[in-house]
């Protein structure tokens, strides 16, 4: 069974101040991680993918496989960056569905 | 390109009334999602389609939920009857790709409130 677990509901910072949202799995193969983002009055969408390594918004995230996680980052958080954000898995096999995890509301103060 | 689309927005119903959903993907995507978020909760799979054929409905709690996809385009997703418990928002996605690291691509959601 495929899981992912959120533990931060809520999560307030200041702008300009660093973030982290927490995200750790359970999977027993190697699954794909993903971070999904969806702003206010707006659809979710794909914020980052871990295989693609790439900064999205300023936004990083290393699959850490040994600590089972996938904790999302920006060292300097923008007002713009207040949203729900989900972290998912998809695991190896050929449906590759999505499981996520419950978000965290991230509200970044002036 | 036209994202994904759905109807209605929102839906009031009573209890043990049937309701149905309509999703639209994007042009050219073979797979489609079905998800049912509760409030607070993340989104969960319901049902997948690859063209018109299901991958995985191992979630769809079949006894009052069914859905379909004719021609492997657009899709219903139908609950009969319905439950306080199945007030959530249903969200329809659909990505490009068949197999390997691929991208979902959502619908605005239907909002369902159950009374």
């Known amino acids: 069974a495929q899981r992912v677990t959120q533990p931060e509901k809520l999560l307030s910072v200041f702008k300009g101040a660093p973030v982290e949202l927490k995200c750790n799995y359970s999977?027993?193969?190697?699954?794909?991680l993903f971070w999904y983002v969806q702003y206010s009055r707006q659809r979710l969408q794909l914020l980052l993918r871990?295989?693609s390594r790439e900064s999205i918004k300023g936004f990083t995230a290393d699959l850490n496989k040994g600590e089972t996680s996938f904790h999302l980052k920006k060292p300097f958080a923008q007002e713009e960056d207040s949203a729900m954000y989900y972290c998912a898995l998809s695991g190896q096999g050929s449906a590759r569905q999505l499981t996520f995890g419950s978000g965290t509301q991230l509200t970044v103060l002036p | 390109e036209a994202g994904v689309a759905q109807s209605p927005r929102y839906k009031i119903i009573e209890k043990r009334q049937s309701v149905a959903f309509w999703c639209n993907p994007i042009?050219?995507?073979?797979?489609l999602y079905w998800y049912q978020q509760i409030l607070g909760q993340g989104p969960k799979l319901l049902i997948q389609f690859q063209n018109n054929g299901v991958v995985d409905d191992s979630q769809l709690p079949k006894d009052r939920f069914s859905a379909e996809r004719l021609k492997g385009v657009d899709s219903t997703l139908k609950i009969q009857p319905a439950k306080l418990e199945d007030s959530a928002v249903y969200l329809c996605?659909?990505?490009?790709?068949?197999?390997?690291?691929?991208?979902?691509?959502f619908g605005p959601g239907t909002r369902l409130t159950v009374t």
């Open positions: 042009s050219g995507h073979a797979t």
């Open positions: 999977y027993s193969g190697s699954p794909e």
């Open positions: 871990h295989i």
């Open positions: 996605a659909s990505s490009p790709r068949t197999g390997g690291s691929y991208e979902q691509y």
